[in-house]
């Protein structure tokens, strides 16, 4: 975070007056909001530097062609840190996640995937115009190479930890088949990679994109399946169909289309995407113990199920049955009476005492607030609280409460995992200040936030002392 700051100061001439971590994804990139005044960057801090010489000189060549990416304000001596610009806080995932919670997609949220597709070839055609691909990382193409490292990622990722009996080599040969499939015509387009709505911020209604750093020379089909067959997207197959029309009709400015043979060619990127997320699933969700990878495998299951009732995949048969074993193992079937975990996160005044637990659990997390700076020491915070604006930025400054929560989102995602692979279905999270009014408030409403972005879980929010209830579900 130090060098960041640094490199705040070299941009802008001032120092940063806050800087908060920002969710991390399932990457090992680090993210910070840094902001002095009215000027906001965000912060990262990569792990590798090639991938982050690839994001910039992807980046580069995308604004230079008119693409909606941020600017790239100022990368550090050693590569390893570099400053782009602030796109919010609203990603096409959040709107995605609300149209879930309302019940499906309106013509609003349909007009706004519309912008999506119509966008994603101006994305492949025009970023590969004159593009050096020897920038990207870790290679410049999808190559046969690529493909088998992705579906070894789901072999020894995913099918392994399934404890399902195959045969090696029958299913190496259905992979050696799979490749030739999917590199069989020349790609002359800017392959995205991961090209899915938590990359798509929303910025005056306006799609815009970010995490490109793995773009490379590749097949267009991968990109557009990426995108609609994301497993919490759940779009249906009317959506997909009409989605895919406007896709082609903007693609069509820049090659015309088989659309009978791209149809076909399209079932096989979806099942080798299918599979790659599964091993990524895999690995982030049984291996690194992040849950929300775990949340998602079921999804990504029911989009495979759903593709292999309606195709043989003849030409790799053994790779098709086993993975029609797969979809049917016990692990994979539905199950209705699956608890739900609900965590109840509190905020409260210590003079009136701590917050019981209604469940009968024993009470949770008591988070103590009170060693953080406290604005309700300052007349134009005393008829505020941590949900006001101004309060807000206050706290947003504190560097202590920024990482007093990142201690606590490390201790309380670790039981929300552990509480919800054991059935548990209550966590009690409760923080206590002076007054319940200020940094109580903030760091609940923090938590909620984060909890829910993170999981998904179901949020019981409740600021006691300003008598506010509310319940937050994914």
């Not at 070839?121 to 990207?136: I, K, L, N, Y």
């Not at 750093?213 to 399946?225: F, I, K, S, T």
């Not at 291996?287 to 989009?303: C, L, T």
């Amino acid at each position: 975070m130090e060098r960041l700051k640094q490199l705040y100061k070299e941009y802008t001439g001032h120092e940063a007056e806050a800087c908060s971590s920002l969710t991390p994804a399932g990457s090992p990139r680090r993210y910070y909001r840094l902001s002095a005044g009215q000027h906001t960057a965000v912060g990262v801090v990569g792990t590798a530097l090639g991938e982050n010489e690839a994001f910039v000189a992807i980046a580069q060549q995308m604004r230079l062609k008119g693409l909606p990416v941020p600017e790239v304000y100022a990368v550090s001596a050693d590569g390893m840190c570099y400053l782009q610009e602030d796109l919010g806080d609203t990603s096409l995932f959040d709107l995605i996640a609300e149209a879930h919670k309302r019940g499906g997609y309106d013509e609003a949220d349909m007009e706004l995937l519309r912008q999506v597709m119509r966008l994603l070839p101006d994305v492949q055609w025009r970023t590969a115009e004159q593009f050096d691909f020897t920038h990207c990382y870790p290679s410049a193409e999808l190559n046969r190479r690529g493909i088998q490292w992705d579906l070894h990622y789901f072999k020894y990722c995913f099918l392994k930890a399934t404890g399902l009996e195959f045969e090696e080599e029958h299913l190496e040969d259905d992979f050696d088949r799979m490749s030739e499939v999917l590199l069989q015509e020349c790609a002359d387009t800017f392959m995205y990679r991961d090209f899915q709505s938590r990359n798509i911020m929303i910025r005056d209604g306006k799609p815009w994109l970010i995490d490109f750093q793995g773009g490379r020379r590749g097949p267009a089909e991968y990109d557009l399946v990426s995108f609609l067959w994301q497993a919490r997207a759940r779009f249906t197959p009317e959506m997909r169909r009409e989605l895919i029309e406007e896709y082609l009709k903007s693609a069509r400015r820049y090659r015309s289309f088989d659309e009978e043979v791209f149809a076909q060619r399209l079932q096989y990127f979806v099942l080798f995407r299918t599979l790659q997320v599964l091993g990524a699933y895999g690995y982030r969700g049984y291996f690194e113990h992040k849950a929300h990878f775990v949340q998602s495998i079921p999804m990504a299951i029911d989009n495979l199920r759903a593709l292999l009732a309606e195709n043989d995949f003849a030409d790799m048969s053994y790779l098709a049955d086993l993975l029609r074993r797969m979809v049917a193992l016990p692990m994979f079937a539905p199950n209705e009476e699956a608890s739900e975990l609900t965590v109840r996160i509190t905020s409260f005044s210590y003079k009136k005492g701590i917050p019981e637990d209604a469940s009968g659990n024993g009470g949770g997390f008591v988070f103590d607030c009170r060693a953080i700076h406290n604005p309700g020491r300052y007349d134009e915070y005393k008829q505020l609280t941590g949900m006001d604006e101004p309060v807000i930025s206050f706290l947003d400054k504190e560097e202590a409460m920024q990482d007093f929560l990142e201690h606590v989102y490390g201790i309380v995602d670790y039981s929300v995992e552990k509480y919800r692979s054991r059935g548990f279905k209550h966590l009690m999270v409760s923080f206590g200040c002076t007054g319940g009014q200020h940094r109580s408030v903030y760091s609940a409403e923090h938590l909620a936030t984060h909890l829910r972005e993170k999981f998904g879980v179901k949020v019981v929010l409740t600021h006691r002392e300003q008598q506010k209830k509310l319940k937050i579900e994914n």
